[in-house]
């Protein structure tokens, strides 16, 4: 097996990076140098300092996107500061261009003060048409996030959206596989920071309309103290939130006694923390999704000795990868295509089910599309654009 650490250390070395600056139009002649700088640059400065709106469509403001992260939770390395962060925020960059045609560049913030990011995010947004906020820690990056959802651009944190969204559409079909509905669901989430809270109001329809969402119909989410239950102390205010919406029943105990029972896992926390016979004690044909990385909450050859019917995990290696690449670009792509301010949740569960329904015929083994699926940008940015241009601009 190939050792990819020591492998990519010795690419970016050799390469400086993964992305550069290039230039779109070419300085041959005098009268190049007159258009693309001075004296012609004056028109459009002038234009757009009279109509704000032509910057989408006269600089690289209409395609290009912010990848914001302040290092305090970066992959599964924790926080490892800007510095550390710049590899994995370029590689993001790289994902955009690849595979939605966007322009991206690392924005890697010396400082982990939430005041201060916002401000930053605020004073650079002239020059970006959208920001994806990227490994920020919780609960943070909620209040972040929300803040900058009046800034007149797509915010998007794609650690809690990107994987809520991907998560979901994995449910959808792993449903048709199983013969179980959405609405039956009953499902345990371990992992409570970014992701997993995400994942809860996405599944239980927080901030939708009923006619839009089908909730499904249980979540209790757990911690590394077990599950978030109404008696215990010293809740953080996100997880006092989180009990509006997540473990009616007030059911308490440690994941292996909260598994018991329910339809689906989904593990966004660390590895093995799951057994063979925790999957044992859950409803017939269980769906579990355990995507810590590099090792999942349990390994797909214990769940199925379990009894699991289909299992999804974050990595490339085995079938079924939740990843959020295959929704981020798409999102992007079909927000600035509309000229969308914010990406609603509405945007969001369009997005899910175009994602979904790239596989027509899902199977135990393909519940999603293949990462590298350069069809599903199109798609996904479809049903974004869509969903936003019949009524979101209101």
């Avoid at 609960?139 to 972040?144: D, Q, S, T």
């Avoid at 214990?302 to 990843?323: E, K």
Wanted: aromatic share 4%.
């Amino acid at each position: 097996m190939s050792n990819f650490f020591e492998e990519s250390i010795a690419m970016h070395r050799r390469t400086k990076g993964k992305i550069a600056i290039r230039s779109r139009v070419q300085l041959i002649t005098q009268e190049d140098l007159s258009l693309a700088y001075s004296p012609g640059v004056a028109g459009p400065s002038k234009l757009i300092a009279e109509q704000p709106e032509e910057a989408m469509n006269l600089t690289l403001k209409g395609n290009t996107i912010a990848v914001v992260s302040d290092g305090s939770a970066v992959l599964g390395l924790g926080n490892i500061g800007p510095l550390a962060a710049i590899p994995v925020m370029e590689g993001k960059a790289v994902l955009f261009k690849e595979f939605a045609g966007i322009d991206a560049f690392p924005i890697c913030l010396d400082t982990q003060d939430t005041d201060e990011i916002v401000e930053t995010v605020r004073r650079i947004a002239p020059v970006f048409g959208g920001i994806n906020l990227e490994d920020i820690s919780a609960p943070r990056c909620f209040e972040i996030e929300e803040r900058l959802q009046n800034l007149g651009i797509p915010v998007f944190h794609d650690d809690q959206h990107g994987t809520a969204i991907v998560l979901l559409a994995a449910l959808i079909n792993a449903c048709k596989v199983t013969g179980k509905k959405l609405e039956d669901l009953k499902i345990v989430i371990n992992g409570a920071g970014a992701a997993g809270i995400a994942i809860t109001r996405l599944l239980r329809c927080i901030n939708f309309d009923d006619s839009v969402c089908i909730a499904v119909k249980e979540v209790i989410v757990c911690d590394s103290k077990g599950a978030i239950h109404r008696d215990r102390d010293n809740l953080s205010p996100i997880k006092k939130e989180l009990l509006s919406y997540s473990n009616p029943n007030n059911k308490k105990g440690k994941l292996k006694e909260v598994v018991r029972d329910m339809d689906v896992f989904i593990g966004v926390s660390v590895g093995n923390l799951l057994t063979t016979e925790d999957v044992r004690t859950m409803n017939t044909d269980p769906i579990i999704l355990a995507m810590a990385n590099p090792i999942p909450e349990i390994m797909p050859e214990d769940a199925y000795a379990g009894g699991a019917a289909i299992v999804g995990t974050g990595r490339s290696d085995f079938p079924n990868q939740v990843n959020n690449v295959l929704v981020f670009p798409g999102i992007f792509h079909g927000a600035l295509s509309a000229g969308a301010k914010v990406i609603s949740p509405k945007m969001k569960l369009a997005a899910a089910y175009a994602l979904a329904g790239m596989v027509m015929h899902p199977t135990k083994e393909y519940i999603l599309p293949l990462s590298l699926n350069r069809n599903v940008v199109g798609h996904v940015s479809k049903a974004v654009r869509k969903v936003y241009e019949e009524g979101e601009k209101d």
